[in-house]
């Protein structure tokens, strides 16, 4: 149920100021874990009255955003890892030949990319995926001439936007917000599809159009022959060709057996690239393989931490606004800021079919500001169920928008926190991909929004 008895305090309000001067400061281009800290303190103080607090809040929200990553971190850092290794033995020339025949251009190797992030997202949830689609078919694009941003792009909004949120398969992200709402998830996925999928297809085709030009300009051929051939041992490296697919698609099957999902399938893809690593160190270099491990994973978490240390510093800020506020200021604070303040707009709105639509979109995107887009369908779910029953309108509309929204900017697509997996395999500025993000995603929101009006 929806909190009628909620009161904003300052310190609801000193956070609103530091979320938009986050977003103004990222905006003009600048960096901004400065300014997150300097909220951190300010919120810590205001909210447990002493500058001891404050400085204690600057920590412990630091250690907590860092523990909320590690998992992402060291999936980066042993996918890198991994990499490297196949790159010194030419493993990597020698899968990406048969690929050039189908990734013969920039577009052909954009929507192959996307299209593949959908269908393992559907079955594996996009961080695995990440993973497997960044070791596997990212190589195999680069190499047909996209650009990296580009591929970047393709990846986020099949996998972390149109993916995600629809969740067709797992059913994860419908079920809470069903739960929620009183009525059950096929209600989500059924009444709710044209939405889900009028988000997706205007998203990604906006996206497509819009760098297409850009695409172009990259290149326009496969440029397999620039690669230079690899030097080492030919039989390590056409065996770690060999082995590399397998392996991963060996992992594609234990999933879907298992049922393997969220962070038990990334652990087993993770776990697997370590395996494969190590196998290919020591198939190309013997004995000098305990030297070359050491320097793979140092690599490769090196790489990992040189893209996440700003990010924790944002993410600690941010998850003051989520579930993350107990475990940072203390158990008396039970429930996100952002979180209330979508409440506070839910009971302070005008009401109608239409607004309470728009209601629900704004709360779906201010819960995603902590770049959990999963942590606000709780609230969405509830909010579906309480402006359904106030406005005579369908409460699984409702929710289906509540919950493209949270998982568009939450899950993400628009917060740069929530884009790094992305933005590290595809070793690209996650703030310039949210900016490319951006327009598409907005314009599916209006699309989503004008069809949504027809079906409530």
């Known amino acids: ?27 003009i281009r600048r960096d901004t874990p400065l300014v997150c800290i300097a909220f951190l303190f300010l919120i810590g103080f205001v909210g447990l009255g002493s500058v001891t ?21 060291a999936t980066i850092a042993l996918i890198t890892a991994l990499s490297k290794c196949l790159k010194d033995l030419g493993s990597d020339y020698i899968m990406m030949i048969p690929m050039a025949k189908v990734m013969k251009s920039p577009a052909a190797a954009w929507w192959i990319l996307g299209l593949s992030m959908f269908v393992f997202s559907l079955f594996l949830w996009p961080s695995p995926s990440v993973a497997l689609i960044g070791a596997i078919v990212l190589p195999f694009a680069l190499k047909a001439g996209l650009d990296p941003l580009a591929a970047a792009i393709a990846m986020n909004l099949f996998g972390h936007g149109f ?27 059924t009444k709710g599809r044209p939405l889900f999928l009028v988000m997706g297809i205007v998203t990604t085709a906006s996206a497509y159009l819009l760098n297409r030009k850009q695409m172009k300009d990259c290149c326009s051929q496969v440029r397999i022959q620039n ?80 893209i996440f240390a700003p990010v924790i510093i944002i993410g600690a800020f941010f998850f003051l606004g989520g579930n993350g506020i107990s475990s940072i200021l203390g158990d008396q604070f039970q429930r996100g800021i952002l979180n209330d303040w979508a409440i506070w707009l839910a009971q302070n709105s005008p009401l109608n079919k239409y607004m309470a639509a728009i209601l629900q979109m704004a709360a779906g995107s201010l819960t995603g500001l902590d770049g959990s887009g999963f942590s606000g369908l709780p609230l969405t779910g509830a909010l579906a169920g309480t402006l359904g029953i106030a406005v005579k309108a369908s409460v699984p509309i409702l929710a289906s928008l509540g919950q493209i929204t949270a998982i568009y900017v939450g899950g993400g697509t628009i917060v740069p926190w929530g884009l790094i997996p992305v933005a590290a395999i595809c070793s690209v500025n996650p703030l310039d991909l949210a900016r490319k993000n951006i327009l598409p995603v907005f314009l599916g929101f209006a699309a989503t929004f004008i069809v949504a009006c027809f079906l409530l």
Request: proline share 3%; hydrophobic share 55%.
């Open 227 to 306: 690669i230079e051939e690899p030097q080492n041992s030919e039989f390590a490296s056409i065996f770690m060709a060999i082995l590399t697919p397998l392996f991963f698609a060996a992992d594609i099957i234990l999933m879907l057996v298992f049922e393997l999902k969220g962070g038990d399938a990334t652990s087993l893809v993770s776990g697997t690239a370590v395996v494969i690593m190590c196998i290919g160190a020591y198939s190309g270099f013997g004995i000098h393989a305990l030297e070359k491990v050491t320097i793979y994973v140092t690599d490769g978490f090196l790489f990992a931490i040189r």
């Open 53 to 73: 607090g404050g400085i204690m809040t600057i920590f412990k929200a630091i250690v907590f955003a860092a523990k909320e990553f590690m998992d992402i971190i």
């Open 1 to 27: 149920m929806i909190d009628t008895n909620l009161v904003l305090t300052p310190m609801h309000y000193l956070y609103l100021i530091g979320v938009l001067t986050i977003l103004t400061v990222m905006i």
């Open 163 to 189: 993916a995600l949120s629809y969740d067709l398969v797992i059913q994860g992200a419908p079920s809470i917000s069903a739960g929620a709402a009183a009525i059950s998830p096929s209600d989500i996925l």
